[in-house]
């Protein structure tokens, strides 16, 4: 049976810090984007852990600013009732997002670009403010990726076990 290693135990610390600074930013935000970030971006060492990081953070601003666009774009510009019409637009903005991370020279960050353009465009471009949805996921997601640098830059005691 495997045992509870030490990236387990920072990933744990990690989203337990991203709850406690949500309730002492008065739960404003959304945490459940701190704590995705924090999973996601605790790696074995602090190097890895920064380039993940950087990673999700610029394909979250690159997708956090078209998702935005593309709603202004929507509602003042192209105003049109029909889903299926508005489902195309939408579809068809996933090329422009992809193609900013390649021209950007960070094609890394392609995947996590459309997954914050589509949560923006998709399942929050009905809300009363959008675009505060889409700061406040901004801010969430560069709250978890600190608190996994910050986590995995201390080095808590381990135990190796020997070959014999």
């Not at 701190?34 to 890895?48: E, F, K, N, P």
């Not at 990673?55 to 105003?79: D, Q």
């Amino acid at each position: 049976m495997p045992k509870i290693g030490l990236r387990m135990i920072k990933t744990s610390i990690a989203v337990f810090l991203c709850f406690l600074i949500y309730v002492l930013r008065n739960e404003q935000g959304i945490v459940f984007y701190s704590c995705i970030a924090a999973v996601l971006c605790v790696q074995q060492d602090s190097r890895d852990t920064l380039r993940v990081g950087k990673n999700r953070m610029e394909g979250t601003i690159i997708g956090g600013v078209i998702g935005m666009l593309t709603l202004v774009f929507m509602k003042y510009v192209f105003v049109n009732d029909n889903k299926l019409f508005c489902y195309l637009f939408i579809s068809l903005m996933i090329i422009p997002t992809i193609y900013t991370t390649i021209w950007l020279k960070k094609p890394s960050s392609s995947y996590i670009s459309c997954v914050v353009f589509l949560s923006i465009t998709v399942s929050h471009g009905a809300d009363g403010n959008p675009y505060m949805f889409a700061l406040k996921r901004m801010l969430d997601t560069f709250i978890g990726i600190l608190v996994a640098y910050a986590v995995n830059l201390i080095h808590l005691p381990s135990t190796k076990e020997s070959d014999n």
